[in-house]
């Protein structure tokens, strides 16, 4: 009779030790998820998108990428966050965001960035953001990185009816927005193959020569007149990927150092009143 009621007694202790062992746990549990949705920890991209951080991160940039079909936006985004790229054309149909960290001039930034479908046109106020754009975040981004093809300059034509759009339906002061020219590994590589020696040369020169005009020409537009940031690159073999990110990332944070976003210093490795000093910046992603 005793040993029956040591062994009850025995098996209500272990319950009770079990109630609270998992009282514990679910108080471990709920604890990790509050410092999650605080926006917790490092945030990394590891194969698929994280979670979003919390909007109380004061630092949250929120970059979007728009352009016309098939100009490598996606590309841009997985090479230079995966370091990863795929031969094969998918179109986006849906939203994606990643969330990768960037430390620019020793100061840490989460970055969102948003890749979207094609759009037809840019929302000319939250209605229409909200009818067609849902959830798109298209109106409140911090910074646009508007991506055209190099070897069709057709696709410019797309952004620079996007971008008027978007100075006509929102004040895009202090938004920076940064134009980039994609797949520069294609340029002056459609000529025709039919054709050999000095025809063959001779069309390759033209071709070049056409494409280097039109190529000025966007760059001074971009540069001179909508006063925006242009980077040419290729998604495809991972060149000056980082370098469009990091062209964004200087400005964004001299924005925040002009507009007085910091009490500390100047950042560190500038040049007051010189353009060398952009090139001299430390980026770094993690």
């Known amino acids: 009779m005793n040993k029956f009621d040591n062994t009850t007694k025995n098996d209500k202790d272990s319950d009770k030790n079990a109630k609270s062992n998992c009282t514990k746990q679910t108080k471990v549990l709920e604890l990790d998820l509050d410092y999650l949705e605080r926006g917790g920890g490092t945030l990394t991209v590891t194969g698929a998108p994280s979670v979003e951080p919390s909007p109380d991160n004061l630092d949250l940039v929120k970059v979007v990428l728009l352009g016309a ?14 370091s990863d790229f795929s031969e094969e054309y998918v179109p986006t149909d849906r939203k994606h965001t990643f969330y990768p960290s960037v430390i620019i001039n020793e100061h840490l930034y989460e970055v969102k960035i948003t890749d979207v479908p094609v759009i037809p046109y840019f929302p000319i106020n939250s209605y229409y953001e909200w009818a067609h754009y849902r959830f798109y975040g298209l109106r409140n981004a911090t910074a646009y ?42 340029l002056c590589s459609n000529t025709p193959s039919a054709v050999t020696g000095l025809q063959q040369l001779a069309m390759a020169e033209s071709a070049c020569g056409d494409s280097r005009e039109k190529r000025r020409n966007i760059v001074n537009l971009v540069r001179k007149h909508w006063k925006c940031g242009y980077v040419e690159c290729s998604a495809k073999y991972n060149w000056r990927v980082i370098a469009v990110f990091k062209e964004l990332m200087e400005m964004i944070d001299a924005l925040e150092w002009s507009g007085g976003g910091r009490s500390a210093e100047p950042p560190p490795d500038s040049t007051a009143g010189g353009s060398g000093g952009t090139h001299e910046n430390r980026c770094a992603v993690a």
């Open 69 to 82: 079909p098939a100009v490598g936006k996606t590309s841009i985004i997985q090479q230079f966050v995966w």
């Open 145 to 186: 990185i508007l991506v055209f093809d190099l070897s069709n300059v057709e696709t410019f034509q797309y952004i620079r009816t996007l971008r008027d759009q978007m100075v006509e339906s929102r004040d895009m002061r202090n938004v920076p927005v940064l134009v980039v020219g994609n797949k520069q590994d294609l």
